[in-house]
């Protein structure tokens, strides 16, 4: 009787009373107590008659509570959908049909409102919230503390990601047990974790990089998480001297520049920053270094592959690069007409196969196998080229995708958005450079002749269709797109003329 996930991270830990959670208000959860938390949950997920193999839509916020949704779901076969909290209700209804979710979770807040359509789906819906309270909390309040772990495969479904595509349809990336422990275990080796870390977790935790690189890499090292809210730059000051280790986004490093409390003093207990998600400027890494004296640590990876290259823990970290090969991990550098593996130092498409690379696309076998090839490999849509040593080095990307703060938004979701406001005959969304989130959107609209577009109104109505991360921060009216002679639309001119609309001026 065997589970993988379950047994790697979570199982290993019962019994133990070492320090798994730290919370702002100054309590510690230990590894066994999250362990008998995780457990009532398992019990209550069962009694609302979920079984292997099921999925439970999560969209709750960040808590000790919502990681052991997590591990219930390990201990129970369940796969575990977890979604950005700044979804609107019009986002979820996809993502809650596409994915048949028997069970979804939600805060209070937005329960009435999810009601109708959990009830489309055939789908319970039980409340969990940011305190911890909540109706599945209360269904498991009184039940066992132990649960008899459910054997699965380590090929077995552990989680769905939805991504983002370039058509505007988002796609659910499964990925199964053994692709997160594979490459948990992996990374905590490269980056030397140990039961003696504690690593400052600011991150949100329905994304792969809070979710399956920080707490799966600290849960197979049995270290421990000041686990923050969210990234507050008061509360991530004041934990920093009782770190050893921080995960971020660029921009989590760029705010922590801008703030004159991080000295080397401050950061002297630390052993390790590391970046990911977004390019960090080497202007950035170089900065943090000459204040700090710590070399960010740099690695590269995707919701389909989570981690596929790293910059060493030992050896030169070097900036505007995403280091080596992690262990296991093949990559190759394609040229995307032919597949055919480009020379040494020339720059392609990157491809990737290893234990980390997901089964596919939930429902998609046509998307998966645009992007997976039969032999393995994944074609990840960004463009690259590895040096004479072996460093990787991102340049670009083949697909129009923007990531603003670390989250990957996709133009066309904004675009047939954009397309059916009053007014627009079409429109395009492109990112630009912005101080904070290293890309911004901004939407350009060409109205239809004759009739007038108000960016106002069109900025109020996305409100209720668009999470705010994804909403332009700046619209746009123009005459005309460029367009070349065969009529495509270049938005690489766009993006230079819009670069410097958030230049500090
Ligand atoms: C918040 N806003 C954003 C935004 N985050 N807009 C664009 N991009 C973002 N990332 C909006 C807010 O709604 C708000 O809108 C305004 O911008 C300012 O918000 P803020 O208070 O300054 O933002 P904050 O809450 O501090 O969030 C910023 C952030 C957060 C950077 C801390 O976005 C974040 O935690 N990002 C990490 C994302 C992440 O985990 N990515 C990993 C994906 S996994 P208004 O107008 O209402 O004020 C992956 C694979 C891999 O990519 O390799 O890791
Ligand atoms: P996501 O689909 O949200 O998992 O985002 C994955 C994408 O983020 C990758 O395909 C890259 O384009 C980008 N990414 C992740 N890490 C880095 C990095 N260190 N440097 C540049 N881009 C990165």
Same mark, same amino acid.
């Given at each position: 009787?065997?589970?993988?996930?379950?047994?790697?991270?979570?199982?290993?830990?019962?019994?133990?009373?070492?320090?798994?959670?730290?919370?702002?208000?100054?309590?510690?959860?230990?590894?066994?107590?999250?362990?008998?938390?995780?457990?009532?949950?398992?019990?209550?997920?069962?009694?609302?008659?979920?079984?292997?193999?099921?999925?439970?839509?999560?969209?709750?916020?960040?808590?000790?509570?919502?990681?052991?949704?997590?591990?219930?779901?390990?201990?129970?076969?369940?796969?575990?959908?977890?979604?950005?909290?700044?979804?609107?209700?019009?986002?979820?209804?996809?993502?809650?049909?596409?994915?048949?979710?028997?069970?979804?979770?939600?805060?209070?807040?937005?329960?009435?409102?999810?009601?109708?359509?959990?009830?489309?789906?055939?789908?319970?819906?039980?409340?969990?919230?940011?305190?911890?309270?909540?109706?599945?909390?209360?269904?498991?309040?009184?039940?066992?503390?132990?649960?008899?772990?459910?054997?699965?495969?380590?090929?077995?479904?552990?989680?769905?990601?939805?991504?983002?595509?370039?058509?505007?349809?988002?796609?659910?990336?499964?990925?199964?047990?053994?692709?997160?422990?594979?490459?948990?275990?992996?990374?905590?080796?490269?980056?030397?974790?140990?039961?003696?870390?504690?690593?400052?977790?600011?991150?949100?935790?329905?994304?792969?990089?809070?979710?399956?690189?920080?707490?799966?890499?600290?849960?197979?090292?049995?270290?421990?998480?000041?686990?923050?809210?969210?990234?507050?730059?008061?509360?991530?000051?004041a934990a920093i001297p009782r770190a050893t280790t921080m995960m971020?986004?660029?921009?989590?490093?760029?705010?922590?520049?801008?703030?004159?409390?991080?000295?080397?003093?401050? %950061?002297?207990?630390?052993?390790?920053?590391?970046?990911?998600?977004?390019?960090?400027?080497?202007?950035?890494?170089?900065?943090?270094?000459?204040?700090?004296?710590?070399?960010?640590?740099?690695?590269?990876?995707?919701?389909?592959?989570?981690?596929?290259?790293?910059?060493?823990?030992?050896?030169?970290?070097?900036?505007?690069?995403?280091?080596?090969?992690?262990?296991?991990?093949?990559?190759?550098?394609?040229?995307?007409?032919?597949?055919?593996?480009?020379?040494?130092?020339?720059?392609?498409?990157?491809?990737?196969?290893?234990?980390?690379?997901?089964?596919?696309?939930?429902?998609?076998?046509?998307?998966?196998?645009?992007?997976?090839?039969?032999?393995?490999?994944?074609? %990840?849509?960004?463009?690259?080229?590895?040096?004479?040593?072996?460093?990787?080095?991102?340049?670009g990307r083949n697909k129009d995708l923007i990531i603003s703060g670390?989250?990957?938004?996709?133009?066309?979701?904004?675009?047939?958005?954009?397309?059916?406001?009053?007014?627009?005959?079409?429109?395009?969304?492109?990112?630009?450079?912005?101080?904070?989130?290293?890309?911004?959107?901004?939407?350009?609209?060409?109205?239809?002749?004759?009739?007038?577009?108000?960016?106002?109104?069109?900025?109020?109505?996305?409100?209720?269709?668009?999470?705010?991360?994804?909403?332009?921060?700046?619209?746009?009216?123009?005459?005309?797109?460029?367009?070349?002679?065969?009529?495509?639309?270049?938005?690489?001119?766009?993006?230079?003329?819009?670069?410097?609309?958030?230049?500090?001026?």
């Amino acid at each position: 009787m065997a589970n993988l996930l379950y047994d790697a991270l979570f199982g290993c830990h019962a019994g133990q009373d070492t320090p798994f959670l730290h919370l702002p208000d100054g309590r510690t959860l230990s590894h066994d107590a999250f362990l008998r938390m995780a457990a009532r949950y398992a019990h209550a997920m069962t009694a609302e008659g979920l079984a292997p193999g099921d999925r439970l839509a999560a969209q709750i916020d960040k808590s000790p509570q919502a990681l052991a949704i997590y591990a219930a779901c390990a201990q129970i076969g369940v796969v575990f959908l977890p979604l950005n909290t700044g979804y609107t209700t019009a986002e979820l209804d996809y993502f809650i049909g596409n994915s048949g979710a028997k069970l979804v979770l939600s805060s209070d807040r937005v329960s009435d409102a999810l009601a109708p359509v959990a009830a489309a789906y055939g789908a319970a819906l039980r409340t969990l919230n940011a305190d911890g309270t909540g109706s599945l909390t209360d269904l498991a309040r009184d039940l066992p503390e132990v649960f008899d772990t459910v054997s699965r495969a380590p090929d077995d479904l552990a989680a769905f990601l939805y991504t983002s595509g370039t058509t505007g349809r988002s796609k659910g990336a499964m990925l199964t047990q053994a692709n997160l422990v594979s490459n948990a275990q992996t990374l905590a080796e490269c980056w030397r974790f140990t039961s003696g870390d504690v690593l400052l977790h600011a991150l949100p935790i329905f994304h792969t990089h809070g979710l399956f690189v920080a707490s799966n890499v600290t849960l197979v090292a049995g270290g421990s998480m000041i686990f923050l809210p969210g990234f507050n730059i008061d509360q991530v000051i004041a934990a920093i001297p009782r770190a050893t280790t921080m995960m971020g986004v660029p921009t989590f490093y760029t705010r922590l520049l801008e703030d004159d409390r991080l000295t080397a003093d401050l %950061t002297a207990h630390m052993r390790l920053f590391v970046s990911g998600s977004a390019p960090l400027l080497a202007e950035t890494h170089e900065q943090f270094e000459t204040r700090t004296g710590h070399r960010i640590l740099e690695r590269y990876g995707m919701t389909e592959t989570n981690m596929n290259t790293s910059n060493p823990y030992d050896g030169e970290r070097r900036g505007g690069t995403v280091g080596f090969l992690l262990p296991g991990v093949e990559l190759k550098i394609t040229d995307p007409a032919t597949g055919d593996t480009v020379e040494t130092g020339e720059i392609g498409q990157i491809e990737v196969r290893g234990p980390n690379v997901f089964k596919g696309y939930w429902q998609m076998p046509e998307k998966t196998a645009e992007e997976l090839r039969a032999d393995g490999f994944f074609i %990840t849509g960004d463009l690259g080229r590895i040096d004479e040593d072996g460093y990787v080095t991102i340049v670009g990307r083949n697909k129009d995708l923007i990531i603003s703060g670390g989250y990957n938004i996709y133009p066309k979701e904004i675009e047939l958005i954009l397309d059916d406001q009053p007014g627009v005959l079409e429109s395009a969304v492109i990112g630009v450079p912005h101080p904070d989130f290293g890309e911004a959107v901004v939407g350009l609209l060409v109205a239809r002749p004759g009739e007038t577009v108000s960016t106002d109104a069109i900025m109020a109505a996305l409100g209720d269709q668009l999470a705010r991360f994804k909403q332009p921060k700046r619209l746009f009216v123009v005459t005309e797109f460029p367009r070349n002679t065969m009529g495509k639309l270049q938005k690489n001119i766009l993006r230079e003329q819009f670069a410097g609309t958030f230049s500090p001026s």
